[in-house]
């Protein structure tokens, strides 16, 4: 597997309270993305970044914030966490260039009550 | 926007027997990939197509892509358990931005022993 980590593993957060989520990888990757799964949805792009400080949206990117100030970080943030953010979400890195091959982490369960 | 429509959402079979998913795009690719996520894990890159009408094996796996480059398939011959998983396809789009994977929804196939 590619080293990839992400913290935290499980979170339980209350509705409008703010959540980062870290992605860390060493393999000097370029892009990175946040994705999140939900039962029936599959897999959905929120935002991704091609190089420090370079992100752009996904197609779900509403209600959340990434930030990338090195190249092994990229963050995740919803500024006030509501049910409907409650998901699975991965994040992935590719090497060279965007929608190449992607490695994913392994998640991080996020439950908003 | 791009959408990929994968098929069947589930399918459940007895060990043996051959499996099949399929994926359409609503618009022409410039490669179509393939990957695994098995109950609880994280998605695994299996293979990328490229060219039109390409065809790949991995084993008890055949993958295709289409003519047109607008859908693919996945197919197992005799089935393990230890094919249980969701399959995903995910479309890479051409030009600019639209690079980005758009995935499927999935096939979850569970293998009665």
């Known amino acids: 597997d590619a080293g990839i980590t992400q913290s935290p593993r499980h979170k339980v957060t209350e509705t409008g309270t703010p959540v980062t989520l870290r992605c860390h990888q060493t393999?000097?990757?370029?892009?990175m993305y946040w994705y999140r799964q939900d039962p029936g949805h599959g897999l959905r792009l929120i935002h991704y970044?091609?190089?420090?400080?370079?992100?752009d949206k996904g197609e779900v990117s509403d209600g959340y914030s990434v930030s990338r100030s090195k190249t092994e970080d990229f963050l995740l943030t919803l500024e006030s966490a509501t049910s409907s953010q409650t998901s699975v979400y991965f994040c992935?890195?590719?090497?060279?260039?965007?929608?190449?091959?992607?490695?994913f982490g392994p998640g991080t369960r996020l439950l908003v009550l | 926007g791009q959408q990929v429509m994968q098929i069947p959402q589930y399918q459940h079979v007895q060990e043996g027997e051959d499996f099949t998913t399929y994926c359409n795009s609503s618009?022409?690719?410039?490669?179509i990939q393939w990957y695994k996520q098995r109950p609880g894990g994280h998605p695994v890159f299996l293979i990328q197509?490229?060219?039109?009408?390409e065809v790949k094996k991995q084993k008890r796996l055949t993958f295709q892509f289409g003519e047109a480059k607008k859908n693919s398939s996945l197919h197992i011959t005799a089935t393990q358990t230890t094919d249980v998983g969701t399959y995903f396809c995910?479309?890479?789009?051409?030009?600019?931005?639209?690079?980005?994977?758009?995935f499927g929804k999935g096939t979850l196939l569970t293998v009665n022993p």
């Open positions: 393999e000097n990757h370029r892009y």
């Open positions: 618009t022409t690719l410039s490669n």
């Open positions: 970044s091609y190089g420090v400080k370079d992100t």
């Open positions: 992935a890195i590719s090497q060279r260039v965007l929608g190449e091959t992607q490695y």
């Open positions: 197509l490229v060219k039109s009408g």
């Open positions: 995910a479309g890479r789009g051409s030009g600019g931005s639209n690079y980005k994977l758009t």
